[in-house]
């Protein structure tokens, strides 16, 4: 049936093998090959209301928080409009300022994360718009907003969220290609970030075929007590879910930072001991991030490098390559290696992969 493992070992490498398919589905029928726009119909607002907002503001808890932020980028960019993503937890009990011309958006996989409804309320109460981007159709947050996207990627039964998470992203793009071509993106960008969605899913096939050199690379650093993850910008949010899904399920112990941050502080914890996940798109932070490869390898720091060219050696012990797409998107693509080193360094530690201890699917209280 449709909630069995089919096949696989655990439902997480079940919903990690997916993606292909459940990224096709977030697609399906909302990219417009002749305007080069994205149709988003359950949005319910005109050009000109879409035209009306100065600033977006992004909630969600963990998981979904992370793929905001990367949301918050894809809006930035693409639609060069003010964004950012924060957690919903927080959010609703600083007492929020709810401005008119500001869209908020909530994130979430089951649609029932209590904190994140409670924060969609109270921006009701003040008279904020939400839309809600959200997997389970009917759910409460999906009723309670004005509009909003559904991913459409089928049910997610492993507590770690993978596939939600991907798909969340892909719907940000869709929202930054709708918001930008209402306002300033050209036609050309436009048409770039249509082809650039629409090779995703083989792009992800490509990614899930390095499965066996990950699985090694995750026995090689399971054992380590703690683990180190960097980026910069779009590879910050990918550094932050990484280290989320590798604390989860493995219970190694994982930190994220911005790698321009490691000197202000943390490269004090670098050393043998604790092993560092790069996140290094070749964009144009690429050099500076070299850079910053250098000085931890200059504390005796071992480096995986995750991103579009391997390294020299000198800078890293190992390098995991992905596919390139278009820069914007490629924090989608970059997250997907992250996944299957999580769940590998889990299954060499016999942790119970698909029902971490302490944690439950959806956090249905406060
Ligand atoms: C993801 O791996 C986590 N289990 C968790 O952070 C999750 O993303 C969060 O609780 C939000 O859940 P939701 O998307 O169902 O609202």
Redesign the pocket.
């Known amino acids: 049936g449709h909630y069995d493992t089919g096949g696989y070992e655990h439902y997480l490498l079940k919903e990690i093998s997916e993606q292909p398919d459940t990224v096709a589905r977030t697609l399906r029928g909302r990219l417009d090959d002749r305007f080069h726009i994205a149709h988003l119909g359950g949005l319910n607002m005109d050009a000109r209301e879409t035209r009306s907002f100065r600033r977006v503001k992004i909630i969600?808890?963990?998981?979904?928080y992370y793929s905001g932020q990367i949301g918050a980028q894809l809006i930035e960019e693409l639609a060069r409009i003010p964004a950012d993503a924060e957690p919903a937890s927080e959010f609703r009990y600083r007492s929020p300022v709810v401005e008119p011309d500001t869209l908020y958006v909530a994130?979430?996989?089951?649609?029932?994360?209590y904190d994140?409804l409670a924060a969609v309320q109270e921006l009701k109460r003040k008279g904020g718009r939400v839309l809600g981007i959200v997997n389970t159709v009917g759910s409460a947050i999906a009723r309670e907003c004005d509009g909003g996207v559904y991913l459409h990627a089928g049910p997610e039964v492993s507590?770690?969220?993978t596939k939600?998470f991907t798909s969340t992203a892909v719907a940000f793009a869709l929202l930054a290609l709708h918001l930008g071509r209402v306002r300033d993106l050209s036609p050309a960008d436009g048409r770039r970030i249509c082809e650039g969605l629409r090779r995703l899913p083989g792009q992800i096939k490509e990614i899930l075929a390095l499965e066996p050199q990950i699985k090694e690379l995750a026995r090689k650093y399971a054992d380590s007590p703690s683990m180190m993850f960097v980026g910069r910008v779009r590879g910050y949010p990918v550094a932050r879910e990484g280290a989320?899904?590798l604390k989860?399920i493995s219970y190694v112990h994982a930190e994220a930072y911005p790698a321009s941050e490691l000197k202000h502080g943390p490269l004090a914890l670098i050393g043998p001991e604790m092993p560092t996940v790069a996140i290094v798109p070749d964009d144009e932070l690429l050099d500076k991030n070299l850079t910053t490869l250098g000085e931890i390898r200059a504390r005796g720091g071992r480096v995986l490098m995750v991103g579009h060219r391997t390294a020299d050696p000198k800078l890293a012990d190992d390098c995991v390559v992905v596919p390139r797409n278009e820069t914007e998107l490629d924090p989608i693509l970059l997250s997907i290696p992250l996944q299957l080193l999580a769940y590998h360094a889990a299954v060499a530690l016999e942790r119970d992969v698909d029902k971490p201890r302490n944690?439950a699917?959806?956090?249905t209280v406060e």
């Open positions: 969600g808890c963990g998981s979904a994130i979430s996989q089951s649609g029932e994360t994140t507590v770690a969220s939600a989320q899904k989860e944690l699917k959806s956090v």
